[in-house]
């Protein structure tokens, strides 16, 4: 669905933002994309987007080769992308009934088809009451919400969100995620999503790409230690420090010296994460495997 193949790109003044990143995300998955500012998050997400384009290697967008596609049709192909940005992106002089609607009118779609599927996404999202409103009338959280309301009714196959959570609070940000990951289980939509948000992540149980640098450091199936490891030390700011050696240590081994943690004597521990209890992590804990898939 989509594929990174040895992708890098140097921007024009020189920055190399991505060193042959290597990726494969099926048709289904939710992926998480996290790493340092700095790291080469949006220029993936800018790749697929086709706002940037590779200076080697190759990627494939449901079966698309980007680098081969015609300027013309671009505008077709991003339509056919859910897409949510962190900034939210709303038309400030329309209703969110109308922003809504407007992803659906320019891709031609029937009127009678536009007045059942945007009160059904604004529904979904709990915005019914709020279609008459402008964004400026909206909180954060809201107009998220309508950005997400937006990247859904044309029931795109793909979502694509960059730190779609990192202007509201970390209790909608907990929701907004949960209704992502509701709509990858029941639609099938795949979902790749960008964020600083360790607890998210340590929560959600998704697979997990690392990107440090500009280079694929990590690439975990859900629930996997070593992204909670990683996740650790990037909270406590220390990712930085790390050498490459070190960094190639699989951390899942639990008898790896690197996953054990020394007491006071110098006797081995057993790696112990340090991961905030709340009634999320609580019910995180209870909830059944089969979500984790
Ligand atoms: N248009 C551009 N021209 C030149 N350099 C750029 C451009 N866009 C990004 N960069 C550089 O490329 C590198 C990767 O940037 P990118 O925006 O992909 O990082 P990021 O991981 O999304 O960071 P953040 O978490 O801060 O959003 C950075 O060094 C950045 O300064
Ligand atoms: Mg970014």
Redesign the pocket.
């Known amino acids: 669905m989509i594929e990174f193949a040895g992708v890098s790109k140097r921007?024009?003044?020189g920055?190399q933002?991505l060193k042959n990143v290597s990726f494969k995300v099926d048709k289904g998955e939710f992926v998480f994309i996290v790493?340092p500012?700095?790291?080469?998050?949006?220029?993936i997400i800018k790749t697929i987007l086709r706002e940037e384009i590779p200076t080697s290697g190759v990627v494939t967008v449901n079966g698309y080769n980007l680098n081969k596609m015609k300027r013309r049709h671009i505008p077709k192909y991003r339509r056919s992308l859910g897409i949510v940005f962190q900034d939210f992106r709303l038309i400030p002089n329309m209703t969110v009934y109308d922003n809504v609607a407007f992803a659906l009118r320019v891709t031609n779609v029937v009127k009678k088809e536009i007045r059942s599927r945007v009160p059904y996404c604004l529904k979904l999202l709990g915005l019914a009451h709020k279609a008459k409103c402008y964004p400026e009338e909206l909180s954060g959280g809201e107009q998220q919400r309508v950005a997400l309301a937006r990247a859904l009714v044309n029931n795109p196959a793909i979502i694509i969100a960059d730190?779609p959570t990192g202007n509201i609070d970390p209790e909608l940000s907990f929701e907004i995620v949960d209704l992502l990951s509701e709509i990858n289980l029941q639609c099938g939509t795949t979902i790749l999503m960008?964020t600083?948000e360790h607890e998210l992540v340590s929560y959600f149980n998704k697979r997990v790409i690392t990107?440090d640098d500009g280079v694929l450091l990590a690439d975990t199936r859900a629930g996997s230690a070593e992204y909670l490891f990683t996740g650790v030390d990037q909270m406590n700011g220390y990712s930085q420090t790390l050498s490459s050696r070190e960094k190639a240590i699989d951390f899942s081994d639990k008898n790896h010296p690197a996953t054990q943690l020394l007491d006071s004597r110098g006797n081995a521990l057993e790696a112990d994460f340090p991961v905030r209890r709340t009634d999320r992590n609580a019910k995180r804990d209870s909830a059944p495997v089969g979500r984790k898939a």
């Open positions: 921007y024009k003044n920055t933002a790493g500012s700095g790291a080469g998050k949006s220029t730190e960008v600083h990107i």
